[in-house]
């Protein structure tokens, strides 16, 4: 048996049974006392209590039973002239009954009639409860019935805090706060359903006031967002390994340029280390030329140690961790990144990176990555241009923008082709591209990891000619 059974469960057994006992005692102290007062009258306090068990139809019946037994006990204990006193005393005990009948059985039809309002609340998918201000559950629709687990008799009577578990997104007297102030609370929930399976609801509470203006009630409304929620979690976690494909695929582009960063301190390393060697192998050895060499290797090795340790990072498959980031460092270290590829294809960089702007909040490596494929695309674009116009010209400052209020501004401009005006409206569409070799994944990706920083990136063509790529970030707090 459910360890809930609620009191209306109870009420369903009692309440007729009560009532039949009732209406066996007056029948009998009317008919075996000889008392010369109207017993009867008391079959109303039957048909009162009939009104929580019987229907419109169930009352008239049990009223009519009522008056069949005040006829039975008249008739068997006294003689039927009319006109005498225990006559109009039975008749008044029938006048009674009928009025009490009548009445119940109109405010049973009124009851019906709301009850069938009510049944409509049945016919939604969204979970529908009302709760007085003790949290006690007093209506439990049938969509509440099918996602929870327990019926409606099961529910009602119990408080809703034990019944389903909750747990709320922010402190429940907070909560609750809102809900006095405002008369309303919308939020995310978990429900705990009877078979201990939580459920994730998107929740609206309406709080109905007494006339003094008294918390009285609350109608909940739930919808079920379970499904949602895993659907988005599985997305976000296929979006984190694709950008992590991404960078990975980004630094196969960057092979020869990243071989070439590690390879160039290992040659320094040696050459001065044989250097080293040889002023230690004179006749008299330079012990201030053989430190300098040394500090010479140490140098390099630390170059090829932090090429090494930018690189992990970057291929690293880690969680995304936020934290407060100047802006201006994380360019340039990805521009260092891209530091031979530019020597390679003969372009020309001039960065403004000023020191001291204000944080902004986020993951380093999904903002180097976005970084890294605004210079990889333009190192692209400069390609089918004359060597002497291969410039890319890196900005981040401060400045507003629309919808993000302060902002930082990272700009990347290039003097390439610019992009065509059909292609404007589709170049952060997951799969465009217009490269043979291009995988259209780039911006699509940069985007995504952008939005989720709460920014925005935007692309246009410069009126100079060349394409002008933009990413804008909140200042971390809403302030510097
Ligand atoms: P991919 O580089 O693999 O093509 P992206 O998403 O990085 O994928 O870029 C999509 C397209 O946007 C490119 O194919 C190119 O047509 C266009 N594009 C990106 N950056 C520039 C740029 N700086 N100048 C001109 N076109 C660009």
């Known amino acids: 048996m459910s360890p809930y059974v609620s009191a209306p469960a ?8 009560l009532a039949a006992i009732v209406a066996v005692a007056i029948f009998v102290v009317d008919t075996l006392t000889p008392l010369d007062i109207a017993v009867a009258v008391l079959y109303v306090a039957v048909v009162l209590l009939a009104v929580d068990f019987a229907g419109y ?19 068997s204990t006294h003689d039927l002239t009319p006109g005498t006193g225990p006559m109009l005393r039975c008749f008044v005990s029938l006048a009674a009954i009928a009025i009490t009948a009548l009445l119940a059985a109109r405010n049973q039809l009124a009851v019906a009639a709301l009850r069938e309002q009510a049944d409509l609340l049945d016919l939604t998918h969204d979970t ?12 439990w629709n049938r969509a509440a019935e099918d996602l929870y687990g327990w019926s409606s008799d099961e529910a009602v009577g119990l408080p809703a805090a034990t019944l389903l578990k909750k747990s709320f997104p922010a402190p429940y007297p907070s909560i609750l706060e809102e809900l006095e102030r ?4 919308e ?29 009285a009630a609350v109608l909940e409304t739930n919808t079920d967002i379970t499904a949602q929620r895993v659907a988005e979690d599985k997305l976000d976690r296929t979006r984190s390994e694709l950008a992590h494909l991404s960078r990975i695929a980004t630094m196969g582009e960057l092979t020869a340029s990243i071989a070439h960063e590690v390879n160039q301190p290992l040659a320094a390393i040696v050459a001065n280390g044989e250097a080293g060697l040889r002023w230690l192998g004179r006749d008299t050895p330079d012990l201030g030329e053989t430190r300098n060499s040394i500090e010479a290797m140490l140098r390099n090795a630390h170059r090829a140690s932090d090429v090494v340790r930018r690189l992990r990072a970057l291929s690293a498959k880690a969680a995304p961790a936020h934290a407060l980031l100047d802006l201006a460092a994380v360019v340039e270290e990805t521009v260092q990144l891209v530091e031979r590829e530019l020597r390679v294809q003969g372009v020309r960089l001039s960065a403004d990176l000023p020191a001291g702007l204000p944080s902004v909040e986020g993951d380093r490596i ?16 400069l390609s089918t241009v004359p060597p002497e116009r291969r410039t890319i010209s890196v900005r981040v400052q401060r400045g507003a923008r629309e919808s993000l209020g302060d902002a930082i501004v990272v700009t990347v401009d290039d003097t390439g082709a610019g992009i065509a005006e059909a292609d404007l409206a589709h170049l952060f569409d997951a ?23 709460g920014g925005r990136i935007e692309a246009a063509n410069r009126p100079e000619g060349g394409a002008s790529f933009g990413v804008c970030l909140p200042i971390a707090g809403g302030a510097a």
């Open 10 to 17: 109870r009420t369903k057994i009692v309440v007729p049974v």
């Open 57 to 75: 139809t169930g009352i008239l019946a049990i009223a009519a039973g009522c008056a069949v037994l005040t006829v039975v006990s008249f008739v």
């Open 128 to 139: 529908v409860f009302v709760r007085d201000r003790d949290d006690v559950i007093k209506y």
């Open 182 to 185: 405002d008369g309303r609370w």
């Open 187 to 215: 939020g995310e929930i978990v429900h705990m359903c009877r078979d201990g399976r939580p459920v994730t609801v998107s929740s609206r509470w309406a709080l109905q006031r007494d006339s003094h203006g008294r918390p």
């Open 366 to 381: 999904q903002l180097q990555q976005v970084i890294l494929n605004l210079l990889l695309n333009a190192i692209q674009a």
């Open 431 to 453: 799969f465009f591209t217009t490269r043979s070799d291009g995988m259209g994944m780039g911006l699509s990706i940069s985007r995504s990891i952008v939005e989720v920083h």
